[in-house]
């Protein structure tokens, strides 16, 4: 079992900055990739990054590509969310989880463990 605890969520204006972090316990953090989902109102959960296992690899979105930043510190089994110029189209609840292996997936059948999630707000 592991738990996955995200903070960092809250309300900000468009062109604004966020960081969202990701505590991990209950399994070797180091072993596994981590990804960072969203769900907005009445949408579909989709994919918004990932870091492989020891944060050689990411991918993102092309919606969020050249604007949000995945990291990951396997000394703290954290893993960040660096969100800039953040639009109103980034409203939605943000959802740490962590992959089953160590590849890098942007499906969400590969992740199994999530957070409860956080909630992100960008005014116009």
């Known amino acids: 079992q592991e738990q996955l605890v995200e903070s960092g969520g809250g309300m900000v204006q468009a062109g604004g900055s966020l960081r969202l972090s990701c505590v991990a316990s209950?399994?070797?953090?180091?072993?596994?990739?981590m990804g960072w989902f969203r769900q907005a109102p009445g949408k579909e959960r989709e994919f918004v990054a990932g870091i492989n296992y020891i944060g050689g690899r990411t991918l993102y979105a092309d919606s969020v590509k050249g604007r949000f930043t995945i990291s990951r510190d396997n000394a703290k089994n954290t893993v960040y969310l660096q969100m800039n110029s953040l639009k109103p189209e980034d409203t939605a609840v943000y959802y740490c989880?962590?992959?089953?292996?160590?590849?890098?997936?942007?499906?969400?059948?590969?992740?199994?463990?999530w957070g409860q999630g956080t909630q992100v707000t960008v005014s116009s």
């Open positions: 209950g399994r070797t953090f180091r072993a596994y990739a």
């Open positions: 989880a962590s992959d089953r292996t160590w590849q890098l997936g942007t499906s969400t059948d590969e992740y199994d463990y």
